[in-house]
């Protein structure tokens, strides 16, 4: 069961090997998908390039998604070395500082943008530009999180930005059904990211999440990726709009 051998997927958002995206990028290769990965920047190709190399990745580019042309061509690239995508993974996220550590009352406009460019409207982008290569249908992912649904304190800002990136699931899941494309939220508790590590006393909030959630462990991004690969297989073709918790139960007594 989910063999993936032939899949050709992207994965967008690895920064160091704690990344959620390199635990799915790990867990996609291991089943044997072909991959194409994604850096930020010159600064980010460095500590990106030798994981995707580890990894067998067949593409590997730049990728800041504020510039239009680079997202271009990325799947440019996807169209003329495989022809296709079948899976899809968009695992990035930001709030600028200021508006990320204040209340959500105190957000700038120019913060709350980008905090939604960024972290919302770059997930469709993608999709957007993956459709055309999904031909036979395929599998869309993205990260989002608990704040999203309930007030989890110093998330601020990035909870309307994650509620409105699961809402842009559900809407897209409903029109790319009948293409057979399905789209997903994979929702892990807290996890010690360099991302994360951008939210205050972050520390607090993985102690105590570790203390409620009915297992008392936290996810880690191994347990991320072996889900990312059942959605990515055959056997999920009929899932599709999901916001799916992968956080030792957390989200029940949250």
Known sequence: MFDLDGNKALVIGIANRDSIAFGCAKALRAQGAQLAVTYLNEKA????RPLAEELGAEIVLPLDVRR???LRNLFRAIGERWGRVDTCLHSIAFAPKDD???RLTDCSRDGFVASMDIS???FIRMVRRAEPYMQAGGTCMTVTYYGAAKVIDNYNVMGPAKAALEAAVRYMA???GPKKISVHALSPGPLKTRAASG???FDTLMEEAAKKAPTHQLA???DVGAFAVFLASREAANLTGGVHF???GYNIVG
């Open 199 to 201: 939210i205050a006393n």
């Open 120 to 122: 919302v409207h770059s």
């Open 68 to 70: 239009d042309g680079e």
């Open 246 to 248: 992968i956080d030792g």
């Open 100 to 102: 990320l550590h204040g």
């Open 220 to 222: 880690t991004i191994e």
């Open 174 to 176: 409903a029109e790319l």
């Open 45 to 48: 190709e460095p500590h990106v």
